[in-house]
């Protein structure tokens, strides 16, 4: 079972998600892909171990320095270490680390697609790799996944629904030099629904969550969404 669920900042997805996720195979691994940059996501990923505790997730943390040290979750924790560590800039492999770790069966949950982009897209000092080549080893981490768990919910999310014009304006795109980061941000936003469109695509269940409420767009039963 592959399982999509997106919606809007603060929807409800998370929980959802996590829900979902709980009621597919055990045993159950919480696949991280945000790393701990400044206080705001410092902040997120504790309130997500907060979530998550007492419920039986071994958690492996992809990115960033503090990765296994989750209190909250216990026993199966880890982070990238040396199986998983890539060169500068191109993060780990995911499948290298998950048979290290003995990391596979049951269900995955990972979250989330937003954070996964934009750690393959941009190097810890700020520089783009190829837009291309970012979103294929964001592909091929989320294909690492599928090949190693029996259920997989993946957690995506709406950045630029409403369209890139309202991030970067046209006018302001046309001065824009090319190292101007509203650039980078557009890149980044269309570079994030190709994405999700694929992973949409191969999903049996594609849920949009809105108010903690979710609406089938694929799969599930109609009835409950409503």
């Known amino acids: 079972m592959r ?3 997106t919606g809007a900042a603060s929807s409800g997805k998370s929980a959802w998600a996590e829900a979902r996720a709980m009621g597919l195979a055990a045993p159950r691994t919480y696949v991280a892909t945000m790393a701990p940059a ?7 990923i504790r309130r997500h171990r907060e979530l998550r505790r007492g419920k ?4 492996v943390e992809l990115f960033g320095a503090d ?3 989750d209190p909250a979750v216990g026993p199966g924790n880890a982070g990238p270490g040396a199986a998983g560590a890539g060169a500068a800039g191109t993060g780990p492999d995911v499948g290298a680390l998950l048979d290290s770790l003995g990391l596979r069966g049951g269900c995955a949950l990972v979250e989330d697609l ?3 982009l934009a750690n393959r897209l941009f190097s810890p000092d700020g520089a783009e790799v190829a837009p291309v080549l970012a979103l294929e080893r964001a592909e091929g981490d989320l294909e690492a996944v599928y ?3 029996d259920d997989v919910v993946v957690v995506g999310c709406e950045v630029g629904c409403e369209g890139v014009d309202c991030l970067v304006p046209g006018a302001a795109r046309v001065l824009a030099g090319p190292g101007d980061p509203r650039l980078a941000t557009e890149r980044y936003v269309r ?3 190709t994405l999700a469109c694929r992973v ?3 999903s049996d269940e594609v849920v949009e969550v809105v108010a903690s409420r979710p609406n089938y767009l694929r799969g599930g039963d109609a009835l409950v969404a409503r």
């Not at 400044?38 to 997120?44: I, L, Q």
């Open 191 to 193: 570079l994030l629904g």
């Open 200 to 202: 949409a695509r191969g």
């Open 147 to 149: 090949a190693r768990f």
């Open 114 to 116: 937003g954070n996964l």
């Open 3 to 5: 399982v999509l669920v």
């Open 56 to 59: 039986g997730f071994r958690t």
């Open 67 to 69: 990765a296994g040290s």
């Open 38 to 44: 400044g206080r705001e996501a410092a902040a997120r």
